[in-house]
């Protein structure tokens, strides 16, 4: 890469230098770009520094090395502690720490009341998966449009990007949904593989029966989404929930014969008996999407 292509790239600070902030940094500086680091423990930011990276002594001098600021901590409280004392004025912080979408909304007015704009993220990808563009690993990012605009081919180094509007909150909003969408789908796979256990059944010749079927039932949620907007859960369904709630009793009884606990398909069992018994049953298991609704239960 000639000298020119180098000073061409976006200087860029990062604070936080765990697994995921080393992969970032470590992907910008193989891209060329002129990363300063800083971490609270400073001796998790050496290796960075034999291969490129500046190390601030402080978050403060971290910040002030590079307008893009890039943060990548433990938490919403890690980030208030960092940048307590930093002068914001006309950085543009993006945010890569886990949290909340009420956390990123009030983190986005905390920011621009001290002269930055803001732009939350939400990581889908596991550390290995950054620099690698064929991992399919990406970023959500919500908040300011201009500052997604300016900085968006140096955000998209790492990983994609996928801009879902400019509410900053809607990043956190999509990574958990997701993410408790996976949780949901790890319980039914402990569940699945809980029952063959005590049977010979080998686990590496059930799990691509398992893989498959998932992979089959995943086009399901497309049926929900139309439904949720057209407001008929009805409409095209096969299994209504009476079907569903019928066929829950040979799940539970199944579990009961191999001597294994219910308890991560119960609750949601629950639910549909619940929906069945206020005279849905006609309809799939999108109703219970209602149940969920807190502020449906309290208005009701």
């Known amino acids: 890469m000639t000298d020119y292509a180098v000073a061409s790239r976006t200087p860029l600070t990062l604070l936080g230098t765990g697994a995921m902030g080393t992969a970032l940094a470590r992907a910008w500086l193989a891209a060329g770009h002129p990363v300063t680091v800083w971490n609270r423990t400073p001796a998790r930011a050496e290796a960075l520094a034999a291969e490129g990276a500046a190390v601030a002594p402080s978050a403060a001098a971290a910040v002030a090395a590079s307008r893009l600021v890039i943060a990548c901590l433990l938490d919403d409280a890690s980030v208030g502690e960092a940048l307590d004392g930093a002068d914001l004025t006309g950085r543009d912080l993006v945010n890569l720490t886990t949290g909340t979408p009420g956390e990123a909304r009030t983190r986005s007015a905390w920011a621009e009341a001290r002269g930055a704009r803001f732009l939350d993220g939400g990581i889908m990808a596991v550390p290995p998966m950054i620099g690698d563009p064929e991992s399919g690993g990406y970023v959500f ?13 140096t955000l998209a180094v790492p990983a994609g990007t996928r801009y879902v509007g400019a509410d900053p909150g809607f990043a956190a909003l999509h990574d958990v949904a997701l993410l408790s969408a996976m949780t949901g789908m790890f319980a039914g796979i402990t569940h699945a593989f809980a029952l063959i256990r005590p049977e010979e059944v080998a686990p590496h010749d059930f799990a691509p029966l398992l893989a498959d079927w998932l992979t089959a039932m995943a086009p399901a949620v497309h049926g929900t989404a139309g439904h949720l907007e057209s407001g008929d859960y009805t409409e095209g369904v096969v299994s209504t929930l009476a079907m569903q709630v019928a066929g829950n009793a040979t799940l539970l009884r ?3 014969e191999q001597r294994v606990s219910a308890e991560l398909l119960t609750p949601f069992m629950a639910l549909m008996e619940r929906r069945l018994a206020q005279g849905h049953g006609d309809e799939d298991g999108t109703g219970t999407i209602e149940l969920l609704d807190l502020r449906r239960r309290v208005d009701a």
């Not at 449009?145 to 900085?151: N, S, T, V, Y």
């Open 254 to 256: 199944t579990a009961q």
């Open 141 to 153: 990012y919500s908040g300011s449009p201009e500052l997604f605009g300016d900085h968006r081919a």
